[in-house]
Antibody, heavy 118, light 110 residues
Framework: EVQLVESGGGLVQPGGSLRLSCAASGFTFSNYWMSWVRQAPGKGPEWVANIKEDGSEKYFVESMKGRLTISRDDAKNSLYLQMDSLRAEDTAMYYC???????????WGQGTLVTVSS | QSVLTQPPSVSAAPGQKVTISCSGSSSNIGSNFVAWYQQLPGTAPKLHIHENHKRPSGIPDRFSGSKSGTSATLGITGLQTGDEAEYYCGTWDNRLSAYVFGTGTKVTVL
């Protein structure tokens, strides 16, 4: 059974940083692109970033470019998202998602909530 | 402000059919596969259609997808109360180098 478990969310002040983690199991992690998708309260989902199977390609949403680092550790079956200079508008549930070759997202974690507020 | 446009809402009686449109451009739908996601309240989105028309395991054949040019359509036949949810289309955008989701459509079973 595919499982994706996020952690690392919480309350952070504007300008602060957070590192999200995602523990994957139930599939061969190194064979898949992986992504982060966020959803602000009452809004639709917004793709944030993705990373290729071998980590050689990474893409980011325009609104967070320069403030994000995405990485993976295939030995630990883990995905990470380092978020810096956080703003109130970054407040959202952040989901770890497995990504297919056609870019569709077929498995989602339960999400970790990030709240940016003073 | 999404680059993929969906109607805000559609509705029909139980057993009837609804269709949801997703309008994009040559840099997204016109060039790449489209996926559709169902989101029930308080849960993560769930993939229902990918590669324009393929259903993941466990998704009933009441759900169908198609694409023509720069638009895509999700169809739901034999509508059930459990189908009441928000539905989003999604695809890769070559100009933005980003994955984009549609504006979302609320399906209501009357």
């Amino acid at each position: 059974e595919v499982q994706l478990v996020e952690s690392g969310g919480g309350l952070v002040q504007p300008g602060g940083s957070l590192r999200l983690s995602c523990a994957a199991s139930g599939f061969t992690f190194s064979n898949y692109w992986m992504s982060w998708v966020r959803q602000a309260p009452g809004k639709g989902p917004e793709w944030v970033a993705n990373i290729k199977e071998d980590g050689s390609e990474k893409y980011f949403v325009e609104s967070m470019k320069g403030r994000l680092t995405i990485s993976r550790d295939d030995a630990k079956n883990s995905l990470y998202l380092q978020m810096d200079s956080l703003r109130a508008e970054d407040t959202a549930m952040y989901y770890c998602v497995r990504t297919l070759q056609d870019s569709a997202h077929d498995y989602w974690g339960q999400g970790t909530l990030v709240t940016v507020s003073s | 402000q999404s680059v993929l446009t969906q109607p805000p809402s559609v509705s029909a009686a139980p057993g009837q059919k609804v269709t949801i449109s997703c309008s994009g451009s040559s840099s997204n739908i016109g060039s790449n596969f489209v996926a559709w996601y169902q989101q029930l309240p308080g849960t993560a989105p769930k993939l229902h259609i990918h590669e324009n028309h393929k259903r993941p395991s466990g998704i009933p054949d009441r759900f169908s997808g198609s694409k023509s040019g720069t638009s895509a359509t999700l169809g739901i036949t034999g509508l059930q109360t459990g189908d009441e949810a928000e539905y989003y289309c999604g695809t890769w955008d070559n100009r933005l180098s980003a994955y984009v989701f549609g504006t979302g459509t609320k399906v209501t079973v009357l």
